[in-house]
């Protein structure tokens, strides 16, 4: 079954500090297996939820702040079974490489690819995405036979992104505001759904949520760009998987959200 996996829904310092929200990242099951942005609590959410690290084909990281990259380092030793073996291959954003030991660099393959490269892993095409003044970062559209994943990571708005959020079946946007706050290096509800509009995706996902926006409410936040664009929109869940094939959401069984907190 190919399917993606919410290891944490939580974005900026403050969640992040106080775990109202997971920042595991994401965990996908493609035709390649990865951990993509493996936050802080990466590996534990990864287990919590019954994913096996061991069984990386590759880590993924948009950039270098710690919400994004801090156990990535973790996932290559999961991935190259203990520093044992040379396997699997990092994908960094090349300004993040400097955050990455030698150590762990020399244990697997790394690409550091430029906005609009097209590369691939274990025969699954992938493409790293421009983002808009955010830390020199690239998203990545993974071209699953299941189905297209796009994935924004932190960004700021353009419309020049569309083009390459389009033809994806899931579009996975960092959406750190609500609508009513408006920050240049972010996206919000509102740019948001220029995005998801345009782009016109079966599913939104808004993920990597601060505070204000878990005080306004991400379900509430979800459904207005849902009723403004037409486009099925959900906010992720710490846990939450997604079928490819059919879109259907579900939360992994083990462990417990940290969801209870508010
Ligand atoms: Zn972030």
Do not use: C
């Not at 079954?1 to 996908?28: E, H, K, P």
């Not at 300004?95 to 690409?111: K, P, Q």
């Not at 959020?165 to 920050?183: D, H, R, V």
């Not at 990597?208 to 929109?233: C, Q, S, W, Y």
């Amino acid at each position: 079954m190919a399917s993606l996996t919410f290891l944490g829904t939580g974005g900026g310092r403050f969640v992040i500090l106080n775990q109202r929200r997971y920042s595991g990242g994401l965990w996908l099951d493609l035709e390649a297996t990865i951990s993509l942005d493996p936050g802080p609590g990466a590996l534990i959410r990864a287990l919590q939820y019954g994913k096996n690290p061991q069984k990386l084909d590759a880590v993924f990281v948009s950039h270098n702040h710690l919400d994004h990259y801090n156990d990535a380092e973790l996932m290559i030793e999961a991935m190259t079974r203990g520093m044992r073996q040379k396997r699997g291959t990092l994908v960094i954003n090349k300004a993040g490489l400097d955050y990455i030991s030698e150590y762990h660099r020399g244990f697997t393959e790394v690409l550091t690819p430029e906005p609009g490269d097209l590369f691939e892993i274990n025969g699954m095409q992938v493409q790293a995405l421009p983002t808009k003044d955010h830390a020199d970062g690239v998203g990545y559209k993974f071209f699953s036979s299941e189905g297209v994943v796009a994935y924004s990571a932190d960004t700021g708005y353009s419309e020049n992104l569309v083009p390459y959020y389009k033809g994806a079946k899931i579009l996975i946007l960092n959406t750190i505001f609500p609508a009513s706050k408006e920050i240049d290096v972010h996206l919000n509800t509102r740019t948001a759904g220029l995005l998801v509009k345009a782009a016109g995706p079966d599913l939104a996902l808004i993920n990597h949520f601060g505070m204000t926006i878990l005080n306004a409410g991400p379900e509430k936040e979800a459904k207005n760009i849902e009723d403004a664009t037409g486009v099925r929109t959900l906010a992720a869940i710490d846990g939450m998987s997604i079928d490819l094939k059919d879109l259907k959401a579900s939360k992994e069984k083990a462990g417990q959200s940290s969801l209870s907190g508010f």
